[in-house]
């Protein structure tokens, strides 16, 4: 019993350790500009992290199934280890997306310890399983769309429309996809603001739902892709109006704090509506909030600290 004990504090300490090295490594090696090599290296984690994740969402033995989300999970959040500072850099230093990105690393690792947690318990839950499938399919869409010559043409079509959409409310716009200019402003359209990110979130939520007919999925993509394409152009529009009245300086409010916190609250009113039509997106998602309420080794750790400093 003591052995087992132990071993079980052993595993259980790696789930909470390597995210950490994970992190200390995102800012002491994978500094930005990351190194080419590192870059071209990149798509190794990047995929197989998502392949091995897919594989074990569709694998239909329990343990064996585990065992892929496991390394899936692990594999994937050493990619996301690669990201903080380019995130943070590359979108006009962002804290945001940094602390984002680093937060996520350890929801990936808190996911792979459930999975392992299930597999000493023999307790395996559905929503593991769902969260897995989702993450795999939005990720190899929007990977694979933004690492192709798809994404030109979209940031291209959505810096036009965007362009349109402001020209028809305030007159003359100059449109150079994908680039837009309104008085002052000069704003270049990039790919993080086309909103595939949000609209694949959607898809890989929606699709791998089991025992819900096509119908209701359909009805479900519906509901939440075309608005957040349509309020995306609105928000980019508003971004370009905002800086071209107020100035540079002005784009960091208007691109990370207004636009972002608009983009939040529009997602969440989304997902509102899109658990009337598949109230088992809600199930899972409530599901997976509840995991921590079935204690394992990490969680009885927490516990136990928090009962000493009392």
């Not at 390597?18 to 995929?47: D, G």
């Not at 997106?281 to 928090?306: C, Q, R, S």
Request: include cysteine.
């Amino acid at each position: 019993m003591m052995r087992l004990q132990r071993t079980e504090e052993l595993v259980s300490s790696f789930f909470l350790f390597l995210p950490i090295v994970f992190v200390i490594l995102s800012f002491l090696v994978f500094t930005y500009p990351l190194h080419p090599i590192i870059k071209m290296l990149l798509p190794v984690p990047l995929y197989l992290g998502l392949i091995l994740l897919a594989v074990g969402s569709m694998v239909h033995l329990r343990k064996q199934g585990a065992l892929l989300r496991i390394a899936g999970w692990i594999v994937f959040s050493f990619y996301w280890a690669t990201q903080p500072l380019t995130l943070y850099y590359s979108e006009q230093e962002d804290l945001v997306n940094l602390l984002l990105c680093i937060i996520g690393i350890f929801v990936l690792f808190y996911f792979a310890y459930r999975e392992w947690w299930s597999i000493r318990t023999k307790r395996y839950e559905k929503s593991l399983q769902w969260i897995a499938g989702a993450s795999a399919i939005s990720g190899l869409i929007y990977f694979i769309i933004e690492q192709t010559s798809v994404a030109p043409l979209i940031i291209n079509s959505v810096a036009w429309q965007s362009g349109m959409l402001l020209s028809f409310f305030t007159g003359p716009v100059n449109i150079n996809p994908p680039y837009l200019s309104y008085l002052s402003a000069h704003i270049r359209i990039i790919f993080a603001c086309t909103a595939i990110q949000s609209m694949v979130i959607f898809v890989g939520m929606i699709i791998p739902l089991p025992n819900v007919s096509w119908n209701r999925k359909i009805k479900g993509l519906m509901v939440t892709i075309l608005p957040v394409y349509v309020l995306n152009l609105i928000r980019n529009a508003g971004i370009t109006y905002l800086v071209g009245i107020y100035g540079d300086e002005f784009f960091s409010i208007a691109h990370n704090y207004i636009g972002k916190g608009g983009s939040l609250v529009a997602l969440i009113i989304l997902l509102l509506i899109l658990t009337k039509i598949l109230p088992e997106v809600f199930d899972y998602i409530l599901e997976l909030v509840d995991l921590p309420k079935h204690a394992g080794p990490i969680e009885n750790k927490i516990k136990a600290l928090t009962k000493k400093r009392g």
